[in-house]
Structures are given as structure tokens and as C-alpha cells.
């Protein structure tokens, strides 16, 4: 998709709210290019994802990144090194990729993620990007409570076992399935008007902790809903059976819905029991 690059004013726009969120958290999240930089880059992100002796990504790759232009972050919160963020941009004209990003355990809940998120949009809009891509577990309620409902990004595509198996302690052992999702950079990312659902009619279920088998929609559905678990992390190291069941009822549902023209129009977290995909056709 090819867009004119936005006004300077909308850049030094941005730029700000980036700032402000960063002040307001007591958070500094610069570009990083020094090897003893990068270095911290990796620790902290193997760190997060608990793969000791092994990076999640190593400090030669985020060199070669940093020296083709693409922007490392890193995120201090006071002297301490919290988190960090790495992506790289595709041929002239696509979104930039947010691969990764990440926070240390005692910095979730914080806001941290919104501030990264908004110095990652900044970036790309001073470089004449408009648009920005990632994925993520489609599991995770709290992700995509924030993808959605806190960005305003669009779940554009579904990836069955995307990354093939992985190794990290937070995926071994289960399906690498991501969503796909699309970020609108000239959206005003405070502004939010996504649904909530009430009115979807059930293509998953919670049934007392563990899925319905999918229901594929009937002629005459206006609104779907998906739901998923409250706390698939939990829920791996609990019972990882009934988890690997979510990851293939979902996976069955989205799979058809997505590949059929539905949309996912909104996220809502159903505290404290599960959250709920809401998808459309148009």
C-alpha cells in the first residue's frame, strides 16, 4: 500500500505523545546502537523469555539489524535495564515489522508496553512509514486486549504454527499459532471504538474452563464471538491438554471465519473467566 508521508507536524505529533508517555512513567526508551547496548538488548530479552545460555536473539543479529537502518529500543526504567523492542522494515512501500517486544515480569501492568508501542510509531512515522505489522498468540487475552481494544490495531490474518516449534520456556511444547495484525499509524491511537460483543452469537464457548467445539455460523449471523481463556499461560503449566484443546478450536474457528470474509471488529476481556473475539463480515 503506497501513502503519502504524513505532515511534519503530525511526526513532531507523535514524537510528543511518545515523549509525554515515556515522563509520565518515569521511562526512558532511546534507539541503541553501542555493542555494550545491544548486548543488554539480548540479556534482557532472553530474560523475558527465559532462555539462559541461549539469546532469543543475538547481539551480532541486532548489530547487523542497527547497521541497516532497522531501530533496536531498549527501555530503562530508572539505572535498570525493564525491556526492549527490535523490528525491521520490509521492501519500499510495506509496514514496518515489530518482531519482537518485550518487558521483564515486574514491569507488566505498568503502562511500559503503550510507551514502547508509541516510540516504535514515532520512529516510523519520522521515516515515512504508515504502517506497522506483528504478531502475536491469539491465546493471550491480555495481548490482544491491548492490540485491539488499548491500540486500535487489526487482526488481519490467522498463522497456524507459525514459527514452527519453538524452544523458549513460555512456548516450548505447544502450537506456535500467531495472529497477524495490522497497526494504522495515522490513526489517533488514543481514540477507540471497538464492540464488545453483547450481542455476538457464540462460535467458541467457555464451558467451565475448557471450548465448545466451533460452531460455524448459521445464514442470517450478523456477529461472532470467540472467546478464550483468561490465562493461557497459566493454563499450559496446569493442564497443558486442555490448553493445546483451545489452541485447536480456535485455530479451527478462525481459520474458517478469517478465510471466509469475516473480520474481527473487537476484543473484551470477561473478567474473571475468559475474553471474547468479535468478528463481522462486511
Known sequence: MTRLAPPRSFVLEAEHMADARC???GLDIREVHAPEDLHTVSQVLS???RTPGTPIIDHAVLTAMTHAGNPVFLARHGTEAVGAAVG???PAGSPFHSHIVGFLPDSAGRGFGHAIKLRQRAWCLENGIVEMTWTYDPLVCRNAHFNISRLGAVPIDYLP??????TDSINAGE??????ILWDLTCDP???SWETGDDATP?????GGAPTPYAPPVVGTESLGVAVPWDIEALRREDPVRAHTWRLATREAFTDLLGNGWRITGFSRR???????VLRRP
Do not use: K, N
Open 161 to 166: 504454527d507459525f514459527y514452527g516449534q519453538m
Open 271 to 277: 473478567s474473571p473467566h475468559h475474553g471474547q473475539y
Open 203 to 207: 462460535a467458541v464457548e467457555d464451558r
Open 175 to 180: 502450537l506456535s499459532d500467531r495472529m497477524l
Open 190 to 192: 488514543t481514540a477507540r
Open 23 to 25: 515522563a509520565d512513567l
Open 47 to 49: 530474560r523475558i523469555w
Open 88 to 90: 525491521f522494515c520490509g
